[in-house]
């Protein structure tokens, strides 16, 4: 698979928007605002099947869709073992494997949060209508995952989850580790429903199953909801009115100039204070901009060293400046991010850090009138980083099929995840597409959607600040997640997090048992 940049052109077709008219943008995990997941390492079993960086071969004899831990080995067993990779399985021969309904209902769980759950509601009336006396049963939760942990631990898996293992879907590949989840290599393969002719995996955006899988290379085991960008919003009508520049459009020095400015009139800024990790969404791209890209390759590849970076501590040292300045809201410490959003849309403060949930989330309780815009972080003017990059990914893991008692069903669940109906209804009325191509299916983008697009032009395929260590090695960037909060309002030095994170990191080096994991090609730029 090649890496190559995709161009402005390339990617609108891609995504079908014509230029003015649509736009890419989408949220981490609908509403959460938490970076990356923190997880296990693979099995044994998996670190046999496939390294990190090789193409999963497949054994002699078997299936390459096989799993040894199926709960329900009858369902999974009506898979033809003799199915070649990339052959196109028809909807009519689909169902044929998927036989009559279940007696008991099929259970399809998840988050719910900032996309809502309108979309659910037109899977149901698919799953219903192409599969008559089907039952579904549904729980979708703030709290999801601590809803059904009693259940997971007892092994009664749903079906189908969204953000379901561990908080918002982040433990997703220990669910791999303790068989709650079952491969959806032979999903690939099924004509995508809607799309007539298509195997799902050809109408999928180009590396977004890639970028879901976090690094596992044996098993297609996670699928991507959507896509997102995370950054700055603000006030558009208080920018304009004051002739303040969008943030990204100036160096980082200016912008902290701006923000004296800004605070003569009103509170710079407000944040999630009770899930603080929303603020990386400033500081690991400024750290980003600043060190550059190999920095970040580093971190990845265990140099030992790479954590004691100057630029890095001065990425966080910005941010606690503006901490230590009073440019935050009163309160914010203390809020969620539903009540950090409010707080901006009821035009209190400038600025707020999110992701591009937000317009939808606070849809219902946003003034009339009221205009945010999306920018990216600015760049500082001696960064070895590239300057319009964003902050964002092409498919995040968030959606799995569950190792319970109708794997197939769960498969079919999927399958109707990715139709140009659920499409159709997250970019034109959630205002995110999800990760397919043409995901926009002749929806008109809204203002704020139009400014991430505009930026994500610039960006020319640049995706700053994306780390995998957190995944492959949870034990280094714990000490980031855990202290987030002190980091910020500076109970924590600079110096001081990165020196816990690097003893992290060196543990990790000298720790034969675990499996090393390593980035040969180091690039910002979008996978193809």
């Known amino acids: ?282 500081m690991s791209p400024l750290m980003y901009k600043k060190a550059g890209q190999q920095a970040y390759c580093d971190l990845d590849n265990l140099v030992a060293g790479a954590f004691n970076n100057p630029d890095l501590a001065w990425g966080i040292e910005q941010v606690q400046t503006i901490f230590k300045n009073d440019w935050i809201y009163q309160g914010s410490e203390a809020m969620t991010h539903t009540e950090s959003q409010q707080i901006f849309v009821d035009g209190k403060c400038a600025m707020i850090p999110n992701g591009s949930w937000l317009e939808n989330e606070q849809r219902e309780t946003t003034p009339q009138g009221f205009r945010m815009s999306y920018s990216g972080v600015p760049a500082p003017k001696d960064g070895k980083g590239f300057k319009n990059a964003i902050y964002a990914s092409i498919g995040s893991a968030d959606l799995q099929i569950g190792n319970g008692k109708h794997p197939l069903w769960g498969m079919e669940i999927m399958r109707i995840f990715y139709s140009p109906a659920v499409a159709k209804l997250w970019a034109g009325d959630i205002g995110t597409p999800i990760p397919i191509k043409d995901a926009m299916q002749g929806a008109k983008a809204s203002d704020a959607l139009q400014s991430a697009l505009d930026r994500l032009v610039k960006a020319d395929g640049h995706y700053g600040a994306i780390s995998h260590y957190g995944q492959w090695y949870p034990t280094i960037s714990k000490p980031w997640s855990d202290n987030m909060g002190d980091i910020l309002w500076g109970k924590i030095a600079p110096n001081d997090i990165l020196a816990q994170l690097e003893r992290a990191a060196d543990e990790v080096r000298k720790d034969a048992t675990i499996e090393k994991h390593e980035l040969t090609e180091c690039t910002d730029v979008l996978s193809q």
Request: glycine share 10%.
């Open 1 to 282: 698979m090649s890496t190559k940049r995709l161009s402005r052109r390339d990617f609108l077709k891609a995504v079908g928007v014509t230029a003015g008219s649509g736009a890419f943008v989408a949220a981490l995990s609908a509403c959460g605002g938490q970076q990356v997941a923190q997880a296990p390492q693979p099995t044994e079993a998996q670190k046999a099947e496939a390294k990190p960086t090789e193409a999963p071969k497949e054994a002699a004899g078997r299936a390459y869709f096989d799993f040894d831990k199926m709960v329900n080995k009858d369902e999974w067993g009506r898979l033809p073992t003799d199915h070649k990779k990339g052959t196109l399985i028809s909807q009519a021969d689909w169902y044929k494997l998927l036989g009559d309904p279940p007696t008991e209902p099929i259970v399809m769980v998840g988050f719910n949060g900032g996309w809502g759950t309108k979309w659910v509601d037109i899977m149901l009336e698919q799953l219903k209508k192409e599969h008559p006396g089907l039952e579904v049963k549904t729980d979708f939760d703030p709290r999801i995952w601590e809803k059904m942990k009693p259940s997971l631990v007892a092994g009664e898996v749903p079906d189908w989850m969204y953000a379901t293992l561990g908080g918002w879907g982040g433990q997703w590949m220990q669910g791999v580790t303790d068989g709650l989840v079952a491969p959806g290599d032979f999903l690939l393969d099924l004509e995508a429903y809607g799309f007539s002719g298509q195997r799902v995996e050809e109408i999928m955006f180009p590396g977004s199953l890639k970028a879901a899988n976090g690094g596992l290379t044996d098993h297609q085991w996670t699928f991507p909801m959507s896509q997102y960008m995370l950054g700055i919003y603000y006030n558009t009508d208080l920018f304009e009115a004051n002739n303040w520049p969008s943030p990204d459009t100036i160096t980082w020095e200016e912008f902290m100039d701006l923000q004296k400015q800004i605070a003569e009139k009103i509170k710079p800024w407000t944040y999630a204070g009770k899930y603080p990790g929303y603020m990386d969404n400033v």
